[in-house]
């Protein structure tokens, strides 16, 4: 039983060094809700143009298929 023990204590030390520490991650979070709002803006201006310009392609390739 010990051995599995330190079997996986030592296979879980490599993990530890891939989390950043906690003041590093709210600055982390903060910096991705800050960007998501940004796009977000974007993102919901710019999806009707996309839209408008996908059906007029495909309008246009299925007309000339006729």
């Known amino acids: 039983m010990l051995q599995l023990f330190f079997t996986a204590a030592f296979s879980a030390v490599p993990l530890t060094l891939y989390v950043p520490p906690i003041r590093s991650l709210s600055l982390f979070v903060e910096t991705i809700e800050d960007m998501l709002r940004q796009t977000t803006l974007y993102t919901l201006r710019v999806y009707p143009r996309i839209r408008l310009g996908f059906s ?8 000339l298929s006729r």
């Open 56 to 63: 007029r392609i495909f309008h246009s390739i299925f007309r």
